[in-house]
């Protein structure tokens, strides 16, 4: 029984899938990596929050590459700043955190006055700022 044809194109890079019935080819990614440039991405957004406490669930960025794939190997740290700041708002907590197998956890982040329409930037050396959506803090 022949399930398919698989070539290792390189370590964390892509793999190409030949159904030995059909003509179609699947590319499947493996291990981190191997969709080329790096960026920074919120995969897990703020929410509305109360003023003065915890925003939950934490805010993540991450490091990805082109195909989304998060890359576990890139080191450093993330910022998190106001990007658009309706309220003339106070970030508060801990803003910049080292990435841990390419995901960076704001855990402890609070705002300190109502308003709707909150932005954060996130920024890390070497690679393009990115926005999250916009949230709101309530009294």
């Not at 022949?2 to 059909?22: D, H, K, Q, Y």
């Not at 990007?83 to 841990?100: K, Q, R, Y």
């Amino acid at each position: 029984m022949r399930f398919g044809t698989w070539a290792l194109i390189g370590v964390g890079a892509l793999a190409t899938v030949g159904c030995p019935n059909s003509q179609l080819q699947h590319i499947v990614g493996i291990g981190s990596g191997g969709g080329g440039a790096q960026r920074l991405a919120f995969v897990a957004e703020p929410s509305t929050a109360h003023a003065g406490a915890f925003i939950t669930p934490a805010v993540q960025v991450a490091v990805e590459d082109t195909l989304g794939n998060v890359i576990t190997t890139f080191s450093g740290g993330v910022t998190l700043a106001l990007s658009t700041n309706p309220g003339f708002a106070t970030l508060s907590g801990t803003t910049t955190v080292v990435l841990v197998s390419g995901v960076a956890n704001f855990s402890d982040l609070t705002i300190n006055n109502a308003a709707n329409g909150y932005v954060l930037s996130a920024s890390s050396s070497g690679l393009s700022t990115v926005t999250s959506t916009s949230f709101n803090i309530i009294p």
